[in-house]
């Protein structure tokens, strides 16, 4: 059965060494064994799977409450189903959420380009409309300041 060091685990997973032991500190993996004449953590094949699902809801911004009750719902496999099915659509959708704002945000800077290029072309009546366009974009970023 293969093991693995920090460095290797931090290379596979993208987690970053103290990354690796904070999650082992907090409960979220582990604990993992130790060599017995240096010390030094030792990952198997099951730990990296673990870390690999672990970086990928770091990725998508899950908090550290919501990886805790992930992982003890993924050892309850189908009973805990129904809770990780509605764990990751709340975060669905506030990744929904933040992509509507950034919508809106890209909206707003299109809108500020589109009047400063008219005024650079001398064209007042482009300018008036994407001065009325980039009014109404920065209503919309009010929503979500």
Known sequence: MP???IQDVSRRSGLSE????YYEEVGLIG???????????????RDLDTLQALACLRAVGVGI???????????????A??????LLLR???RIEAEI?????RLAYLREKAALWDARERGD?????????RSAEAAGRLELFS
Do not use: C, W
């Open 81 to 86: 189903a129904a809770e990780q099915r509605d």
């Open 91 to 93: 975060h669905a959708e």
């Open 31 to 45: 604990p993992i064994g130790r060599d017995e004449r240096s010390g030094h953590r030792r990952y198997r094949e």
């Open 3 to 5: 093991v693995f060091t």
């Open 65 to 79: 409450e919501d990886m805790r009750t992930y992982q003890a719902n993924r050892s309850r496999g189908r009973a």
């Open 124 to 132: 007042a009546a482009a300018e008036e409309k994407a001065r009325e």
């Open 100 to 104: 509507v704002a950034q919508r809106a």
């Open 18 to 21: 103290p990354t690796l032991r």
